[in-house]
């Protein structure tokens, strides 16, 4: 096989070396005079497509095929004296390989806007791969490949990830309302989308046979930001997680037989109503009583022994009658008031039972007897 223009080419075959072409010319450089009767090999995994004096003439599958030309060795030097020794029948064979193309990747160059239900108006960025194939050889060389020697993958992946990507801002769009739903549905989004592409590929003679979406991501701080959302989410439950295991323990428990199960179920009949009021939206423990302070008139807890507002002590033994001022041991007038203090009963003794502390009591509390 040569390529020069005064040398007939009388068997044809290619072998793709580099695993990338998707179309190759065959004289790679020009064209040919292919002369009547030569031989074109096509493989399993190939296509050609034989054309002449400048038009497709004729497409060839898998095997061995005779070309027809007018190209005769002797006759056509001849006859190509006016033409400088170059014959003007000229032929190209261009071979399409027609194997899948695996690992071609897309993605977006800079982040598509995308207005999420929950977070706003945020950016995403996407990326995957897809794999594609020749299916009609005549249009995929007429409209992309034209009159190049060899036409691989890389002058083909970039054009068609722009088209995937341009089908996938409009589908992510119309299919998602928030990324918190993405997880789970990149099957799906990747064969929606494959359907929408399918067409625009078959302008061109192209077959996508598989799309695959690797990720779809958000900008660091919106990841930051689902990240503090999910740790609020786990603190809030744990509560509730770590109350329902011990119900459940219990429960598993009581359900035992024997005098330890019905111990347990006793246990667990004084414990659950104090843990599902827990368990409830504002529950836990009754609120504690509160009370009036004496001296300020404020509410303080109960058990309380200084007044938190004015530190007036709450817990005595007398206060006076007229003004609640507390009264100082062997007090007789009121600091506050002036008012006269009551004066101290005298503890009694029983005359009956000799019980003693009696101050004013009717009736000893220990006899009942009538106190004198």
């Known amino acids: 096989m040569g390529t020069n223009n005064l040398v007939f080419l009388e068997n044809i075959e290619w072998f793709d070396e580099s695993g990338s072409e998707m179309i190759h010319r065959v004289p790679e450089a020009g064209s040919g005079e292919i002369k009547l009767g030569a031989q074109l090999t096509v493989r399993e995994s190939q296509a050609a497509v034989f ?4 038009k497709a003439y004729d497409a060839f599958g898998p095997g061995r095929h005779t070309l027809v030309t007018a190209n005769l060795p002797i006759l056509t030097k001849i006859l190509s004296i006016p033409w400088g020794m170059s014959s003007p029948l000229r032929a190209e064979v261009y071979f399409a390989n027609m194997k899948v193309f695996t690992n071609l990747k897309w993605g977006t160059r800079d982040p598509v806007a995308f207005r999420d239900s929950e977070l706003g108006l945020i950016r995403l960025r996407a990326f995957g791969i897809f794999d594609v194939r020749v299916l009609q050889p005549v249009l995929f060389i ?7 020697g060899v036409f691989s993958t ?3 992946d970039e054009y068609l990830s722009r088209v995937i990507v341009s089908r996938f801002n409009d589908y992510m769009g119309e299919t998602i309302d928030t990324i918190f739903n993405l997880p789970g549905r990149y099957d799906e989004l990747s064969e929606g989308l494959k359907k929408r592409l399918r067409e625009d590929f078959s302008h061109y003679g192209l077959g ?13 701080e919106v990841q930051q930001a689902i990240d503090d959302k999910s740790r609020l989410g786990v603190l809030q439950d744990l509560d509730r997680l770590i109350k329902m295991k011990a119900a459940m323990a219990m429960e598993k428990a009581a359900s035992n037989q024997g005098e330890a199960g019905a111990g347990m179920g006793l246990g667990l ?16 423990a ?7 302070c004496p001296d300020c008139g404020r509410s303080t807890p109960a058990d309380s022994r200084f007044c938190p507002h004015c530190g007036h002590q709450i817990l005595v033994y007398d206060q006076c009658a007229g003004c609640g001022k507390n009264l100082p041991p062997n ?3 009121c600091p506050r008031c002036g008012a006269q203090a009551q004066a101290k009963a005298e503890p009694r003794k029983c005359p009956h039972c000799g019980t003693e502390n009696l101050t004013r009591s009717v009736f000893c509390n220990q006899c009942g007897e009538k106190l004198s």
Do not use: D
Request: aromatic share 10%; charged share 5%; net charge negative.
């Open 51 to 54: 054309f002449y004096t400048g």
């Open 154 to 156: 890389g002058e083909v």
């Open 208 to 220: 996508l046979t598989n799309l695959y979406i690797n990720a779809i991501t958000p900008p660091v």
């Open 269 to 284: 009949g004084m414990m659950m109503p104090a843990m599902f009021s827990q368990m409830m939206p504002g529950g836990g």
């Open 142 to 148: 007429n409209s992309l490949v034209g009159t190049q």
């Open 286 to 292: 009754a609120p504690q009583p509160e009370t009036l």
């Open 331 to 333: 007090a007789r007038f």
